[in-house]
Every structure is written in C-alpha cells, then in structure tokens.
C-alpha cells in the first residue's frame, strides 16, 4: 500500500471532574468541588489506541502542575475500580458536535479520608502509576488549586465526563486500485447517539479498535452529513 491510500482522521477528546463526599449512615451528600477541567496525557492518548483509558481513579494529595508527560499522580492516596453509576448522554447534533459519557467512581468508606489535592483516571494499576489517562489539580469555584477533606464517615464519589468531539473537516485523498487513481474524501459520519464508535463509554474501556465494530465505510456518490449515513 503506498503512502497516498493511507487515510488520517483525527477525534478530539475532553474531561472534566466533579467530587463529592456521601455520609455512610445519613447518606446526605456534600459536593467538594464541582465541574472543573482536567488535562489527558501523552500516556493516555497513547493509551486510546489499544486500550481501556479510564476503568480505574485515583486521588491523591500532591500539588504539582500536572504535565502532559505525567505517568501518575505526584502523591496518591487512594484508588479504586468501583463504578457506582454511569450515563450515556446523547448526541449534542450542532456544532461543535460531541458526545459524553459521565462515570461516577465511588472509594469506600473513610479509604479515602484526609486531605485530597488532585485526582486522575486511568486503567487498573497500583494507585495509578504508569496508567493516568488524566490528571487535574482539584480546582474551587473559580477555577483556583484548592484541598478537599474527606471525613472517615463518608464515601468518596468522583465523576468524570469524557467528551468525544468528531472530525468536522473533510479529508481529500488518493486511492490506487489496480494501477488507476481515484480522488475521494473522507468525512465523520453516523454522528448519532448510541452509534459506534462515537459512544464514550468504549473509549472507557476498549479504546479505539479494541472493540469489535465497523468504524470505515466505503461509498460511490453523495457523501450525506455528519449525522447520516451515505446511501
């Protein structure tokens, strides 16, 4: 295959975290910080192409800037794999067009308990090293580095959104078959809730290709929308 048959599409990715605490006997809940932006780094958008990016979150008490090259947490504290809720939120169908998947993490009762700076997701891992998909300093309602504290009564529950953005430019290349060139273009499409790949949820935990569904659609005439399928 030469080099012009090679077609590259790109996604974007974003994140975002919210943390709560929940009594373990009254079940009130309290929000420790809420929405706030996180960075994904080198290690995890390597880690998209082959494998779960975020079935595990680790909090921790380190206050360093986090850094694209960053491969855990400046000091963890806690980790776990328990998922305590997950939603599919539909397709938004005008630009900028995207998806997102929201899973809520839980750490059981007082696992979690003292003072908490940072926190990331990742894959399974000892606390998270060598595995953060992402990572963010906890930030207060103004977008400020603050500690939380967490009480050994309560439960920790950390949320964390994944926004997955299409291609919303076109692509023009070249195929070669059996010696005669042929000028095509390549576009996002099917870009509708519940449509694979476009489904958050198997960024989670396969990444791309790692699970088994059709993502290349090959068509002759009108190309159709983002949201469609060529006919």
């Not at 806690?78 to 929201?102: R, W």
Request: charge should be negative.
């Amino acid at each position: 295959m030469s080099n012009e048959n090679v077609v590259k599409q790109t996604i974007g990715l974003a994140g975002r975290y919210m943390i709560a605490a929940v009594d373990a006997e009254t079940g009130a809940r309290r929000v420790l910080a809420d929405w706030f932006d996180n960075l994904i780094t080198d290690e995890g958008l390597n880690r998209v192409g082959s494998g779960a990016i975020a079935n595990m979150c680790v909090v921790g008490s380190g206050s360093a800037t986090p850094s694209l090259s960053d491969t855990g947490l400046a000091s963890p504290v806690a980790s776990t794999t328990t998922i305590q809720g997950e939603v599919q939120s539909g397709q938004v169908a005008t630009s900028p067009y995207y998806i997102k998947n929201v899973r809520t993490f839980r750490f059981a009762q007082g696992v979690a308990a003292g003072n908490l700076a940072e926190v990331g997701v990742g894959r399974n891992g000892s606390l998270g090293n060598g595995w953060i998909f992402s990572r963010a300093l906890i930030k207060d309602s103004n977008g400020d580095p603050t500690t939380i504290t967490v009480t050994a009564t309560e439960f920790l529950d950390v949320s964390y959104e994944l926004r997955v953005y299409p291609p919303l430019v076109d692509t023009s290349f070249n195929v070669t078959i059996a010696g005669v060139t042929h000028a095509r273009v390549g576009r996002a499409c099917n870009f509708s809730s519940g449509n694979q790949p476009w489904v958050p949820t198997i960024f989670m935990d396969y990444g791309v290709g790692g699970f088994s569904v059709p993502v290349i659609f090959v068509y002759d005439g009108a190309i159709g929308s983002i949201v469609g399928t060529p006919s």
